[in-house]
């Protein structure tokens, strides 16, 4: 008798963790549908699945260049070729090379930038921001002066320097723009980790007798985060558009294709009326930010405080 | 011990074993100015408390807003450490008796039998000084019921999570074991099962107010620390969750800190009551005693400004006047006296009394003084920029109570006034009946409240 009891409870037991798992996971379905009922959003996230496919599928789309699939083909027969003679769909560069092929291929290095950066300044801002607010004090106050020094160098022109110092190559590019946007990330936290930090919910737990780094997983971050992951869709656009600028001013390894770079040698050709190979790379760049500013917009609607828990 | 002034280290409610007792507690706040950050003073929000909270019973703390009893609470939960001061646990009366009278003495001169004593206390009891474990186990014992049931809750966790932190904390359960406990606590508190795997923001204030409560009892503490808990509730959910306080106390034979602003609560709910004034406690007592007879006049005047439903206030004289002061440099003698409706001579006035209360009133005089020159807070010369001005401020402080606690009249000579007011030391609270204290030194004098002269200055 007591052993089928047991069992009863024993599956009960099991119910009611499993009711905890899948209360967690409606809840973040909830907050998915919401996001999805938002078309621009949808739209956004489709644009950017499909840019992210055009990335891995690179090669069944197009034949890789050999030796090296990140250079164009050169069609030296068809120079400057407007788009669809000779079937250069998109037209061809001032070197012969195929912008469509330049494109695809291109989104590859493009995509890894601006997700590598976006990633690391991610991480590392978060990291910096929150040791200097839930520390305090004088650490505070010198990492703080440390971002302040970083802010206070106009984005573009920091990055210029960097890359300008480390030499033309596309890692170096990363590098440039990593150094540059974590601060951004750095100060948003630490603001939203000192307006956390006075909730009661932190003093009950600090009452009870929690350690400060289960205080800092548990209720500070998830409470100072949305800002955060609202930026860094934000900057998913920002960080191409500014290494496009990089290379445009001629800081990536030349002929490599990369949707600044295809920008930066189509310029030439402008005036001449060769407007396809800079207008095709910057729709693409156009594209991908649009694409993450409608997801990032949608995010901040669905994630902001005031309109959760209706 | 009945019937004597106390001594200087007041500690009420000696007779019973305590919780937790404060020996002089305070907090400050540094005000700090320019670039530099220079401290230019500090913020007295707890300035001086000795209190005692007896075991199974409930103190109320009651004062004004500002007046420092939050923070005073957030002090006994460990949540602000205290500028100076020290916190004792769980001493008995004779530990009490003895930790007061090795207070007044200074380390040096101990016997080497006090000395032992003390290390004894202070490893033992004195929160800082004793062992990890210890403090561990306060911690444990002393939870907090915070005001606000929106944002004492995270938001991003679930109700189970919220209520079997402290389980899981100090590792009392986990697993199914914590849901079991946490579904006892919960039906403990008016709620069930049911309500376990929901969010904070799909309760209403009541319900919220109930999961604050089940998380302070998750580890079985003796002392609750209630910070104004039905402060922001409706007044039917008010009464539901002071009566569920009261049932639990008497299942659990908890001791409460009843932290609030509102009197009717308080005298429903707590054995004594301690009322708090800028920083510092006025008066302490019996809750009946000190609502029949209250013995300090902020007591009586919080007491008359409670609304009744009858619509009956008895002296609506008592009022207080002007606003309260600046905790940065409160004022001397009893920190009432510059609003106090019986204020005397020796209530402790000063220049700065007479200068706020000149800015206060008579704003166009207050403007043409040029400079004040102090040799202290109670000696000074007020320049003004003609004598016409200087004439109608000594008229002014001719004609206040002040003036009785000048040492001699103000000395008008031309475009400046000279004061000079008798030296008070600063008020402390003192015994005056069986465990009634108080700090209003009219009151210590005639052994019960001064009477209102309607037409006195």
């Known amino acids: 008798m007591s052993s089928v009891s047991k069992q009863n409870k024993k599956s009960q037991q099991e119910k009611s963790r499993t009711t905890a798992l899948s209360v967690k996971w409606a809840r973040r379905r909830e907050v998915a549908l919401e996001v999805l009922r938002n078309p621009l959003t949808v739209i956004g996230l489709v644009i950017i699945f499909l840019f992210l496919m055009m990335a891995a599928f690179a090669p069944l789309l197009v034949e890789p260049n050999q030796p090296d699939p990140y250079q164009s083909p050169r069609d030296w027969s068809n120079i400057d070729a407007a788009p669809g003679v000779a079937g250069h769909i998109l037209g061809t560069d001032s070197t012969g090379g195929d912008v469509l092929y330049g494109i695809i291929w291109g989104s590859r290095l493009s995509l890894q930038l601006s997700l590598t950066v976006v990633l690391f300044t991610l991480i590392f801002g978060t990291i910096v921001g929150s040791i200097a607010a839930m520390r305090g004090g004088k650490l505070d106050n010198l990492l703080m002066r440390i971002v302040d020094v970083f802010l206070s160098i106009p984005e573009l022109i920091f990055a210029l320097a960097i890359a300008a110092v480390l030499g033309p190559d596309f890692s170096n590019i990363i590098l440039a723009l990593a150094a540059v946007f974590w601060v951004k990330y750095a100060r948003i936290i630490r603001g939203e980790i000192i307006r956390v930090k006075q909730a009661d919910y932190v003093a009950a737990a600090k009452v009870v007798g929690d350690s400060q780094w289960n205080i800092y997983r548990k209720d500070v971050l ?3 985060a949305t800002p955060l992951i609202v930026q860094a869709t934000l900057d998913m656009g920002n960080v191409v558009l500014i290494g496009a600028t990089l290379s445009f001013i001629g800081l990536a390894q030349a002929g490599l294709t990369e949707w600044g770079a295809l920008v930066s040698n189509g310029q030439s050709g402008l005036l001449a009326g060769e407007w396809w190979v800079s207008t095709f790379a ?3 760049i156009v594209l991908w930010a649009l694409a993450f500013n409608l997801v990032g917009d949608g995010l901040r609607d669905v994630l902001d405080p005031k309109t959760e828990g209706r | 011990m009945s019937g004597t002034t106390g001594s200087l280290a007041a500690n009420y409610g000696v007779e019973t074993d305590a919780v937790v007792s404060l020996n002089d507690i305070k907090v400050h706040y540094p005000v700090k100015e320019g670039v530099l950050q220079r401290v230019a003073g500090q913020v007295r929000a707890v300035d001086g408390v000795d209190l005692t909270i007896p075991k199974g019973k409930t103190l109320g703390l009651v004062g004004e807003s500002g007046c420092g009893k939050t923070t005073l609470g957030r002090v006994i939960a460990g949540l602000v450490s205290p500028t100076s001061g020290d916190i004792w646990m769980d001493l008995t009366v004779e ?10 003495q200074n380390e040096k001169d101990f016997s080497e039998q006090d000395r032992q004593l003390w290390k004894q206390l ?7 000084s004793m062992s990890r474990e210890k403090q561990r186990e306060y911690r444990r014992n002393c939870q907090v019921v915070f005001q606000d049931a929106f944002s004492s809750l995270n938001p991003r966790q679930l109700v189970r999570d919220i209520v079997g932190r402290p389980l899981r904390v100090h590792q009392e359960a986990s697993g199914e074991d914590l849901n079991r406990k946490v579904i006892e606590l919960l039906e403990r508190v008016g709620l069930g099962a049911e309500h376990m795997l929901r969010y904070p923001h ?26 104004e808990p039905t402060s ?5 959910v008010q009464a539901q969750i002071l009566n569920l306080l009261v049932e639990l106390q008497a299942d659990m034979g908890l001791t409460y800190l009843f932290i609030t602003h509102d009197l009717g609560v308080v005298q429903h709910m707590s054995d004594n009551i301690a009322v708090m004034y800028l920083g510092q406690i006025v008066e302490y007592g019996p809750t009946d005693q000190v609502f029949d007879n209250p013995l300090h006049p902020y007591s009586k005047i919080l007491r008359d400004s409670n609304p009744s439903l009858e619509g009956k206030r008895s002296d609506r004289d008592w009022e207080l006047s002007g606003t309260v002061p600046n905790p940065i440099e409160p004022p001397h003698g009893c920190r009432l006296h510059p609003r106090c409706p019986v204020a005397a001579a020796g209530c402790g006035w000063s220049v700065d009394d007479v200068l706020n209360s000149a800015e206060e009133k008579t704003p166009i005089i207050f403007e043409t003084i040029t400079t004040v020159e102090r040799r202290d807070d109670f000696n000074a010369e007020v320049k003004f920029r003609d004598a016409e001005a200087a004439k109608s401020f000594a008229t002014q402080v001719k004609s206040s109570v002040a003036n009785l606690a000048l040492d001699r009249p103000p000395e008008l000579k031309g475009e400046s006034v000279k004061l000079s007011f008798n030296e008070v030391p600063d008020a402390s609270i003192q015994q005056i009946q069986d465990g009634r204290w108080t700090s209003c030194t009219r009151t210590q004098e005639l ?11």
């Open chain 2, 447 to 457: 052994g019960a409240l001064p009477g209102f002269e309607k037409d006195k200055g």
């Open chain 2, 95 to 104: 530990q009490q008796r003895d930790v007061q009278r090795l207070r007044n």
């Open chain 1, 222 to 224: 998830p409470n100072a």
């Open chain 1, 282 to 284: 910057g729709l693409a």
């Open chain 2, 232 to 236: 922001a509730l409706d007044v039917s």
């Open chain 2, 202 to 227: 799909q309760f209403s204030g009541g319900q919220r107010q109930r999961i604050s409560i089940a998380r302070a009892l998750a580890l079985n503490p003796a002392f609750v620390i209630l910070d």
């Open chain 2, 122 to 128: 202070t490893t033992g009891n004195r929160l800082g």
